[in-house]
């Protein structure tokens, strides 16, 4: 057996073990809430609720995961030409990797598995200016999106003296956001310098992988996916009995994705760190905390489970041949 065949033939068997851990993940999770009684739950607030609330926010995780994949592609065109396609299939792969892994660290794995070789470490630090996009996005929209809240409806009839304060520091966080993601070349310059970079001949010279055209499109990307989950728990939690008014649940849900986003979890405790942060925060709109934790444990299903399978598919029949466009 020459080295490419044997190194082919570990690959496919690391691949079994990475599927076999996730599925084992997603029986677990599932048999340790069966106690909870959600299936009962669900079929009640089926036959009662509004089922196509259901329907728009399933059609809503393809539209969320397409929006990435295109960014991802967009992140690899100085690189690599990807379709569209294989974009989504190494998407997909990175889920499952990462529902095992410290607040979904794993991902980056899955996503460059459809590379080239040569291009894996390279666009699995690019990955790091799409991740930064999308935690611009996710803590900017929680930190006004806590200040609102508070200000037009917690807090309405306190009169704070330090609001200006607040806000003003909410504008410097901003502009420090937006100035350090448009500043990122001099971060990857300084890390091609290092010893172990240029080893693996990681170079990071390329202009139009750090040109502005392409961050702002990134940017917004990550902008428009940001609104399509947040409309998704939005629709979750409306079929699931939580009455409020559409923009107070958005406000709510910024906050919702913020803890969740900068929050340590592992994923044998990820289902409960997210129920009980949407307990904490939704309850100040419902008493309905039943639908609250419905409505998390089915995004969580629809946004990470299904698509954990499907991607289960594509981790297994990866073969490290390299796959072009």
């Given at each position: 057996m020459n080295q490419k065949t044997l190194?082919?033939?570990?690959?496919?068997?690391?691949?079994?073990?990475?599927?076999?851990?996730?599925?084992?993940?997603?029986?677990?999770?599932f048999t340790s809430y069966h106690h909870q009684n959600y299936s009962v739950l669900f079929l009640e607030i089926l036959s009662k609720g509004n089922i196509s609330l259901l329907i728009i926010a399933l059609f809503f995780t393809v539209l969320n995961y397409g929006l990435e994949a295109f960014k991802w592609q967009l992140l690899l065109s100085p690189l690599q030409k990807v379709n569209l396609v294989n974009a989504y299939k190494s998407?997909?792969?990175?889920?499952?990797?990462?529902?095992?892994?410290?607040?979904?660290?794993?991902e980056v794995v899955g996503k460059v598995l459809y590379l080239d070789l040569q291009e894996k470490l390279k666009a699995a630090m690019l990955n790091f200016?799409?991740?930064?996009?999308?935690?611009?996005?996710?803590?900017?929209?929680?930190?006004?999106?806590?200040?609102?809240?508070?200000?037009?409806?917690?807090?309405?009839?306190?009169?704070?003296?330090?609001?200006?304060?607040?806000?003003?520091?909410?504008?410097?966080?901003?502009?420090?956001?937006?100035?350090?993601y448009f500043n990122q070349q001099k971060f990857f310059l300084w890390i091609s310098k290092?010893?172990?970079?240029?080893?693996?001949?990681?170079?990071?010279?390329?202009?139009?992988q750090f040109k502005s055209s392409l961050q702002v499109k990134v940017l917004?990307?990550?902008?428009?996916?940001?609104?399509?989950?947040?409309?998704?728990?939005?629709?979750?939690?409306?079929?699931?009995?939580?009455?409020?008014?559409?923009?107070?649940?958005?406000?709510?849900?910024?906050?919702?994705?913020l803890v969740m986003w900068f929050l340590p979890s592992f994923a044998l405790t990820e289902l409960g760190v997210r129920g009980s942060v949407a307990v904490l925060i939704f309850q100040n709109v419902s008493n309905n905390i039943s639908g609250a934790l419905l409505a998390v444990v089915l995004l969580w299903i629809i946004n990470v489970a299904l698509p954990a399978l499907i991607g289960c598919f594509y981790v297994f029949n990866l073969t490290g041949k390299n796959n072009k466009a």
């Open positions: 190194s082919n033939f570990n690959f496919k068997y690391l691949n079994i073990v990475l599927v076999i851990i996730a599925l084992s993940y997603l029986a677990y999770k998407i997909l792969a990175g889920i499952t990797i990462s529902i095992f892994t410290p607040n979904r660290t794993g200016s799409g991740s930064m996009a999308q935690m611009i996005c996710t803590s900017l929209a929680g930190l006004w999106g806590a200040i609102i809240y508070l200000n037009y409806f917690a807090l309405k009839d306190v009169n704070l003296p330090t609001t200006k304060v607040i806000y003003s520091i909410a504008i410097i966080c901003s502009a420090l956001a937006f100035l350090i290092k010893k172990w970079a240029q080893k693996f001949r990681i170079s990071f010279t390329n202009q139009q917004l990307l990550s902008l428009i996916r940001y609104l399509v989950f947040s409309t998704q728990l939005i629709l979750l939690l409306r079929f699931c009995g939580i009455h409020a008014s559409f923009f107070q649940l958005f406000l709510l849900c910024t906050v919702f994705f």
